[in-house]
């Protein structure tokens, strides 16, 4: 849920990375924090492990210049993609107003990736949201590795909900290839739909594709 | 739908904050909401509101599981002490919590006791928020996005994370 502050001049928005373990929602958010200017970011927080998995989420807020005469603060986080912290990614999830979900593009991930997709949508469910309303991206990761599974095969299995095709970009995360792409698309599509619920002017071109 | 404050709530939630602050002979407060939103901060000047507010809401909603699991609806507050500080997090309704920095010369009792008065306002406080969002519309102005092919862009080329 959004969050305006006419005192501050200030709009908060809430970004969650979303996948299966391992699939690279982590990396993403570092890259960002390594690659983008220090102006726009504040410092990135991590819950981990020992072993560097994500244990309760990771955090960084980022600030722009999107909506005139306001500063607009994203905060983003990812959750814990291991299938036993379910209950954390649902504390995580509250509240979100857009979501990247990062597929891991190995052959061998496929099952994950559907798990988690089927995780997300039950998760947005239990507090009254769908898949169906939430601005959300698919960032399929990976790219780089031999054993991918091709881009139309990943679009047809995760980007086929009733013929509306959502935004779908190829990533290759520890390279920041495709990881400011995909936040800027997310940043659009959560800023687009705020100022549409808002009565104002969002940007005519929609992103989104009728299959 | 949004969470909207105007300069007036937040004129009226840093009085609170003020005030709870003076009679517990606390640090720091601040009111946040469970998504890590800060709604409004007096006194966390040389920390990070935004993530204490993060860390502060994750820990909250974590321990309202923990008391699910022993049967409990939730438990009214988390307290972190520390040797020099600590920190005291209660929820004010489904939606806020108030966080309360403390330094360990101060009393807790204090901190709790002084608590209770300042949620009941805020909470009366986020109750006529939540009316005037449902009677009326907002009046403020309506927001227009800046032009830009891209707000966030990179400076340089990772090195492996």
Same mark, same amino acid.
């Given at each position: 849920?959004?969050?305006? &502050?006419?005192?501050?001049?200030?709009?908060?928005?809430?970004?969650?990375?979303?996948?299966?373990?391992?699939?690279?929602?982590?990396?993403?958010?570092?890259?960002?924090?390594?690659?983008?200017?220090?102006?726009?970011?504040?410092?990135?927080?991590?819950?981990?492990?020992?072993?560097?998995?994500?244990?309760?989420?990771?955090?960084?807020?980022?600030?722009?210049?999107?909506?005139?005469?306001?500063?607009?603060?994203?905060?983003?986080?990812?959750?814990?993609?291991?299938?036993?912290?379910?209950?954390?990614?649902? $504390?995580?999830?509250?509240?979100?107003?857009?979501?990247?979900?990062?597929?891991?593009?190995?052959?061998?991930?496929?099952?994950? &990736?559907?798990?988690?997709?089927?995780?997300?949508?039950?998760? $947005?469910?239990?507090?009254?949201?769908?898949?169906?309303?939430?601005?959300?991206?698919?960032?399929?990761?990976?790219?780089?590795?031999?054993?991918?599974?091709?881009?139309?095969?990943?679009?047809?299995?995760?980007?086929?909900?009733?013929?509306?095709?959502?935004?779908?970009?190829?990533?290759?995360?520890?390279?920041?290839?495709?990881?400011?792409?995909?936040?800027?698309?997310?940043?659009? $599509?959560?800023?687009?739909?705020?100022?549409?619920?808002?009565?104002?002017?969002?940007?005519?071109?929609?992103?989104?594709?009728?299959? | 739908?949004?969470?909207?404050?105007?300069?007036?709530?937040?004129?009226?939630?840093?009085?609170?904050?003020?005030?709870?602050?003076?009679?517990?002979?606390?640090?720091?407060?601040?009111?946040?909401?469970?998504?890590?939103? /800060?709604?409004?901060? /007096?006194?966390?000047?040389?920390?990070?509101?935004?993530?204490?507010?993060?860390?502060?809401?994750?820990?909250?909603?974590?321990?309202?599981?923990?008391?699910?699991?022993?049967?409990?609806?939730?438990?009214?507050?988390?307290?972190?002490?520390?040797?020099?500080?600590?920190?005291?997090?209660?929820?004010?309704?489904?939606?806020?919590?108030?966080?309360?920095?403390?330094?360990?010369?101060?009393?807790?009792?204090?901190?709790?006791?002084?608590?209770?008065?300042? /949620?009941?306002?805020?909470?009366?406080?986020?109750?006529?928020?939540?009316?005037?969002?449902?009677?009326?519309?907002?009046?403020?102005?309506?927001?227009?996005?800046?032009?830009?092919?891209?707000?966030?862009?990179?400076?340089?080329?990772?090195?492996?994370?």
């Amino acid at each position: 849920m959004s969050f305006i &502050n006419y005192a501050t001049r200030e709009i908060q928005l809430k970004i969650v990375y979303y996948g299966c373990g391992l699939c690279g929602k982590t990396t993403n958010l570092q890259v960002i924090h390594q690659m983008i200017r220090d102006e726009a970011k504040g410092s990135l927080t991590s819950l981990a492990t020992s072993q560097d998995r994500t244990l309760f989420f990771d955090f960084m807020p980022l600030s722009a210049d999107a909506v005139r005469g306001f500063k607009t603060k994203f905060q983003m986080y990812t959750v814990p993609g291991q299938v036993m912290y379910n209950m954390t990614r649902r $504390l995580v999830l509250r509240g979100a107003d857009g979501v990247v979900f990062v597929v891991d593009s190995q052959w061998d991930k496929m099952q994950q &990736n559907v798990e988690s997709l089927a995780n997300l949508e039950e998760n $947005l469910k239990l507090q009254g949201d769908s898949l169906d309303t939430i601005p959300y991206i698919l960032q399929y990761n990976k790219r780089d590795l031999p054993n991918v599974a091709p881009a139309k095969y990943l679009e047809f299995v995760f980007n086929n909900r009733g013929g509306l095709r959502r935004p779908s970009m190829a990533a290759v995360a520890p390279r920041g290839d495709g990881v400011f792409e995909s936040l800027n698309l997310i940043a659009r $599509l959560v800023l687009n739909r705020f100022v549409k619920q808002h009565g104002g002017k969002e940007n005519a071109d929609q992103q989104f594709k009728l299959a | 739908m949004a969470f909207v404050l105007t300069a007036k709530d937040v004129q009226r939630m840093n009085g609170v904050l003020n005030q709870l602050m003076a009679r517990a002979e606390a640090q720091g407060g601040m009111v946040c909401d469970f998504s890590g939103h /800060v709604l409004t901060e /007096v006194g966390f000047d040389s920390q990070d509101p935004m993530l204490i507010s993060a860390l502060g809401a994750g820990v909250f909603a974590a321990s309202r599981e923990l008391a699910r699991l022993l049967g409990e609806d939730e438990f009214s507050s988390v307290i972190h002490q520390g040797e020099k500080r600590g920190l005291f997090i209660c929820a004010v309704d489904r939606d806020t919590l108030l966080v309360v920095a403390f330094s360990v010369s101060a009393s807790m009792g204090l901190v709790k006791l002084y608590a209770r008065p300042a /949620v009941a306002e805020l909470r009366a406080l986020f109750a006529a928020v939540q009316e005037r969002a449902e009677s009326r519309p907002s009046d403020e102005q309506s927001f227009v996005l800046n032009d830009a092919k891209e707000w966030f862009g990179s400076e340089e080329k990772p090195t492996a994370p």
